[in-house]
């Protein structure tokens, strides 16, 4: 049997881009199940572990709330290779996640809507006060 790669803290954190302290506190909420205790009481980190908090920065780099990403991962179920067909929990678990992930993808288009439209405003100016610079120029020579 392969023996499978543990992590400290500070690895765990490096390879999922979260500080340490977002570690601890996500631990703290529930947000993910407290990691295995080595030598001395310090956490150490599975394979398994560093996927789930790597997939909590994806869902954190979305915008998802905490209180999202803890629904999110409510069931504790990864669906990288679903066993086909699925149980009824299975389905009611993609549907959640689904509506989930609906909703803030919503929101993120609005929020993408609005900021293309300050975008729009903001290059009206520049482009109106770039043609008054462009006619005081004109004028001078």
Known sequence: M????MYSIGQAAEMTGFSID?????EKIGLVKPP?????????YSEDDVKLLSSLH????????LEEMKAFLQE????????LPLSDEDRETIESRTRILSGHLAHME???RALADIMAQTQEKLDFYNGILDQKE???K
């Open 76 to 83: 504790g179920r990864c669906f990288a290779n679903p066993n």
């Open 36 to 44: 295995a205790r080595g030598p001395g009481g310090t956490r150490t």
């Open 22 to 26: 977002t570690l601890r506190y996500y």
């Open 138 to 140: 004109a004028a001078g």
């Open 58 to 65: 994806c869902l954190k780099r979305t915008g998802l709330s």
């Open 2 to 5: 392969r023996r499978r790669d």
């Open 110 to 112: 609005a929020q993408y």
